[in-house]
């Protein structure tokens, strides 16, 4: 894989520690709580880590802008705040005015509740696809250009009509 990983509000790790598992290159972990930290540190610890990573307690916003001045590029960002949290649109907003904080053929992966609607796009950040398992959801946002207008006067053509299209 030889991934770049963000886990955001990591926890205690179990996602950045099975991204590791699965050949990704770096792994930075960001988790506010000092409690957790620590139980994320015996994590690692118990499963031999302690290359490719780098973990920061703070919050998720300020890390962004971290990341964001240190020019930080990530090719995969998991972002599963607790599910009361207000961070979500913060965070996915804050993305989106950032996007080549994902690679651009990165994906952004929000865990949320159910109940909790995410909108279809942030920016160029375009949802592709939704997993829903019992009340979990996973969404899988991609970078997409934003549609540009067309311009005044200018007639698009329809799918249709393009070279290579089925309709030939």
Same mark, same amino acid.
């Given at each position: 894989?030889?991934?770049?990983? #963000?886990?955001?509000?990591?926890?205690?790790?179990?996602?950045?520690?099975?991204?590791?598992? /699965?050949?990704?290159?770096? +792994?930075?972990?960001?988790?506010?709580?000092?409690?957790?930290?620590?139980?994320?540190?015996?994590? #690692?610890?118990?499963?031999?880590i302690?290359?490719?990573?780098?973990?920061?307690?703070?919050?998720? +916003?300020?890390?962004?802008?971290?990341? /964001?001045? /240190?020019?930080?590029?990530?090719?995969?960002?998991?972002?599963?705040? =607790?599910?009361?949290?207000? #961070?979500?649109?913060?965070?996915?907003?804050?993305?989106?005015?950032?996007?080549?904080? #994902?690679?651009?053929?990165?994906?952004?992966?929000?865990?949320?509740?159910?109940?909790?609607?995410?909108? =279809?796009?942030?920016?160029?950040?375009?949802?592709?696809?939704? +997993?829903?398992?019992?009340?979990? +959801?996973?969404?899988?946002?991609?970078?997409?250009p934003? =549609?540009? =207008?067309a311009?005044?006067?200018?007639?698009?053509?329809p799918?249709?009509?393009?070279?290579?299209?089925?309709?030939?």
């Amino acid at each position: 894989m030889g991934a770049r990983f #963000l886990d955001l509000c990591a926890g205690t790790g179990s996602v950045g520690i099975e991204a590791l598992s /699965r050949g990704a290159r770096w +792994v930075t972990f960001v988790e506010r709580s000092p409690a957790v930290i620590a139980v994320l540190w015996r994590n #690692l610890t118990a499963c031999g880590i302690s290359d490719g990573i780098e973990i920061l307690q703070q919050d998720a +916003v300020r890390a962004l802008r971290r990341f /964001r001045e /240190r020019g930080d590029v990530f090719d995969v960002i998991f972002f599963d705040p =607790p599910y009361a949290s207000a #961070l979500y649109d913060s965070v996915l907003e804050y993305i989106a005015r950032t996007p080549q904080m #994902l690679a651009p053929d990165g994906m952004l992966i929000v865990m949320h509740h159910a109940k909790r609607a995410l909108e =279809p796009r942030y920016g160029e950040l375009e949802r592709v696809r939704q +997993v829903r398992q019992g009340e979990n +959801v996973l969404s899988f946002y991609v970078r997409r250009p934003l =549609p540009t =207008p067309a311009r005044r006067g200018e007639v698009q053509e329809p799918a249709s009509a393009l070279v290579g299209s089925a309709a030939e």
